[in-house]
Each structure stands twice: as C-alpha cells, then as structure tokens.
C-alpha cells in the first residue's frame, strides 16, 4: 500500500513539474517575450511551431497581443486575417477565426468565464467562431459561445453576448443590430506591416 501512495504522490509531483513548465513556456513567455519581438515571423513561428496553434502563414499577429494559454484546444487563424496590437485571444474553450478577419487594436474575444449568479463562481467554457470576412473594432468584446457571421461587423466598444447575423452591423451594450454591410465583399487583408 505505501509503494502505491509513493507511486502515485511522485506521478503527481512529475506531472505537477510537467504542467509547471507547459505554462512557462505558454503564458510567460509566449506572452511576456516573444509578443514583444519586433519581427512578425519570429512570433509567428513561435505561434505556429512550439504553441502547435493552426494559424494560416498568410495571417498576421502584431505585437503585444494576448494570448490565453489552452491545454485542450487551439487557436485557428484562416488565411489573411489580422489581429492588431493589445488585443487578447481566448483560446481555452475552442477559437476559430475564419479568412480575412480583420480584429481591431484592443479587442477582446473569450472562451470562458464565470456564471454570474452561480453561489460557487461556477466557470464555464464555450467556442467562439468568427466567420471569413468579419470586421471586429476597436476595443470590441466578443463573450463566450458567440458565433459571428460572415463579413459582419462589430462596432468600436460593442459587447457581443449572442450571435450575429451574416453581413450585419451590431454595436453598443449589449450589441444590437444597427444596420447591414454590403454582401458583395471580394478583398483580401493583405497589409503587414514590417515591425509590427
């Protein structure tokens, strides 16, 4: 019996090092060293190469971008989409980002979060999937389990809590309807930024 606890107690202590180490090199330093590099193919292969997220190589991360650390899924990035300086990505609960997306500076986008009347600050976890051609602005929040529509756009400041229709416009708190984007969109985000 004590042989058992002694085996169990050292496979908890070595994965407990294991995990201890996974975080390092996924939180700290992918989010305090290498979102600083001023060169955007180093961070992408950092992204793509050692996190093992899905990112396009035509898709394109600025600096200082957050990124949570997720154990059980990856980040999908499409084909030239990009994400802007200072945004935060939530990964844990399963992120999707369709082909030219273009997220604003400062947006958020999670995965996860606390029910709010739960008596135990219960935490829950649903996907975020946000459709080819979305425009998300500045300081725009997407919240957990939202699906976003193609060529949609998310107004600066909005905070989506529910899904939204393809080709719409959606702003305010919550985000509602305000109007409705052309359907005939043929552009490609090709832009980068060589420092950036």
Partial sequence: MKKWILKVKRYRFIRGILLFIYMFFYEYVSNHIITK????RLRFFYYRYVLRHKIDKTAYIYMNV????????SLQIGKNSAVNRSCILDGRGGLVIGNNVNI?????????????????FEHYSKPVVISDRVWIGTRAMIMPGVMIGEGAVIMPGAVVVKDVAPFSIVGGVPATTIGERSTDLTYDLTYRAMFL
């Fill in 104 to 120: 604003s500076a400062e947006a958020a986008i999670y995965t996860e979060g606390h029910r709010i009347n739960s008596p135990d």
């Fill in 66 to 73: 957050y990124i949570y650390p997720a154990i059980y899924h």
């Fill in 37 to 40: 590099i001023p060169c955007e």
